[in-house]
């Protein structure tokens, strides 16, 4: 997941003051609570942050790529094969003309 730079400092900010209340991290950021609204739900629903009511917002801890192999470990092989295919399918579909040109040439003697 690529994070804007907004959403970088936040978690920065969350990690240095947790608990911290998302009016504080406007303050911070010299920002409207609700111009951080969107990002601190995107930061929580990632598992990036954690939401406590009265409390404000803490770290998880977890990276991004904790966070997609949690997720990896939580899918069944027919999702992980259904998700090769269609990878297959389009990266098949976006190949530049050559390197279709040439994939042609060599698939006639396979």
Request: hydrophobic share 35%; charged share 25%.
């Amino acid at each position: 997941m690529d994070l804007n730079e907004r959403q970088k400092k936040i978690i920065e900010i969350t990690k240095q003051h947790a608990p911290i209340t998302g009016e504080k991290i406007a303050e911070k950021l010299n920002v409207t609570r609700a111009t951080l609204r969107p990002d601190l739900a995107i930061l929580t629903m990632a598992g990036f942050l954690d939401a406590r009511p009265r409390v404000g917002y803490f770290y998880t801890g977890k990276t991004p790529s904790k966070l997609l192999s949690e997720q990896i470990e939580k899918m069944t092989v027919k999702k992980i094969s259904n998700l090769f295919r269609l990878w297959s399918r389009h990266r098949h579909q976006h190949m530049m003309p050559s390197v279709q040109c040439s994939w042609k040439m060599w698939e006639h003697y396979l």
